[in-house]
């Protein structure tokens, strides 16, 4: 079983990067798939997460409405599509995967509900 995020970068502020997860050993459909992020000096983060069962996605209240998640067609790789970058968004960012159908009540931002985890891409946002 094994993740692997890539993509990530330095940016400029207000810029835009797309980082991708894919996955060896298990299919990616029937698991949900999460991103997560871990700056220097503080705790992990919960980013946004997509529900495998019926694709609904969620994000962190420090993301939304600027980072987008998808996948793709064949379910082989999820997507997180960050726009408008700040500073503050710097960060290694991780994807995992959780066994479980994510829904409003989830506490997924914490990352107890994910059992498995990829290896993580640094973004940098600066000028």
């Known amino acids: 079983v094994q993740l692997q995020a890539f993509g990530g970068g330095l940016v400029q502020p207000g810029g835009s990067l797309r980082l991708s997860c894919t996955a060896s050993?298990?299919?990616?459909?029937?698991?949900?798939i999460g991103w997560f992020r871990q700056a220097p000096g503080k705790e992990r983060e919960g980013v946004s997460v997509?529900?495998?069962?019926?694709?609904?996605?969620y994000y962190s209240d420090s993301v939304k409405g600027r980072f987008t998640i998808s996948r793709d067609n064949a379910r082989t790789t999820v997507y997180l599509q960050m726009d408008s970058l700040k500073p503050e968004d710097t960060a290694v960012y991780y994807c995992?995967?959780?066994?479980?159908?994510?829904?409003?009540?989830?506490?997924?931002?914490?990352?107890?509900?994910?059992?498995?985890w990829g290896q993580g891409t640094l973004v940098t946002v600066s000028s």
């Open positions: 995992a995967r959780s066994p479980y159908y994510i829904t409003p009540s989830t506490d997924w931002r914490g990352g107890r509900t994910f059992d498995s």
């Open positions: 050993g298990f299919e990616m459909k029937v698991y949900s």
């Open positions: 997509l529900s495998y069962r019926d694709g609904r996605k």
